[in-house]
T-cell receptor
Framework: AQSVTQLGSHVSVSEGALVLLRCNYSSSVPPYLFWYVQYPNQGLQLLLKYTTGATLVKGINGFEAEFKKSETSFHLTKPSAHMSDAAEYFCAVSDDSGGGADGLTFGKGTHLIIQP | NAGVTQTPKFQVLKTGQSMTLQCAQDMNHEYMSWYRQDPGMGLRLIHYSVGAGITDQGEVPNGYNVSRSTTEDFPLRLLSAAPSQTSVYFC?????????????FGEGSWLTVV
């Protein structure tokens, strides 16, 4: 069985500061890892994903994440926070290489607050 | 290309009523799934389908039925709504690409059971 743990249900950073959202996973097979963002009352938007290959993955809006197998982690970072980054962020894992057939396992989410 | 379309976007039900949340995708994806999102719980998988005529249960299937008679459609049925089913529901579809899976989500359906 897979699981995802997001450390910190709320993270607050100042505008211009580094954003770091933590995600640890467990999976019995090589994982596919995802970060999604959700703005209030909207659906989920894919920020980035790791499948195979390069462990540092760049996504949209200046975000990136690094897959560290030894630490079973996939933390999300952004060098400089913007007010528009305030949202809910979800880390998710799939162990299905065939296309997400049996769905994703999500973490409980981290609410990112940007202080002016 | 509409992607994944969910209807209705908002619905209020009375306890015991039944309803169907519709989900349609126009991308010819093999895989479709339903999730519910509750505060502090993230998204949890309700049911999923790997192709027409094939469905299976996810983490929280109780109180929900699904069917997949066509590739395009994957409706979610609440047979007798309960207040515990008040939630936001997301439908997703996906396929297997050369770089792993690509999953597309609908915009969500907000359901309140009173």
């Amino acid at each position: 069985a897979q699981s995802v743990t997001q450390l910190g249900s709320h993270v607050s950073v100042s505008e211009g500061a580094l954003v770091l959202l933590r995600c640890n996973y467990s999976s019995s097979v090589p994982p596919y890892l995802f970060w999604y963002v959700q703005y209030p009352n909207q659906g989920l938007q894919l920020l980035l994903k790791y499948t195979t290959g390069a462990t540092l993955v760049k996504g949209i809006n200046g975000f990136e994440a690094e897959f560290k197998k030894s630490e079973t982690s996939f933390h999300l970072t952004k060098p400089s926070a913007h007010m528009s980054d305030a949202a809910e962020y979800f880390c998710a894992v799939s162990d299905d290489s065939g296309g997400g057939a049996d769905g994703l396992t999500f973490g409980k989410g981290t609410h990112l607050i940007i202080q002016p | 290309n509409a992607g994944v379309t969910q209807t209705p976007k908002f619905q209020v039900l009375k306890t015991g009523q039944s309803m169907t949340l519709q989900c349609a995708q126009d991308m010819n994806h093999e895989y479709m799934s339903w999730y519910r999102q509750d505060p502090g719980m993230g998204l949890r998988l309700i049911h999923y389908s790997v192709g027409a005529g094939i469905t299976d249960q996810g983490e929280v299937p109780n109180g929900y039925n699904v069917s997949r008679s066509t590739t395009e459609d994957f409706p979610l049925r609440l047979l007798s709504a309960a207040p515990s089913q008040t939630s936001v529901y997301f439908c997703a579809s996906s396929y297997s690409g050369t770089h792993g899976n690509t999953i597309y989500f609908g915009e969500g359906s907000w359901l309140t059971v009173v």
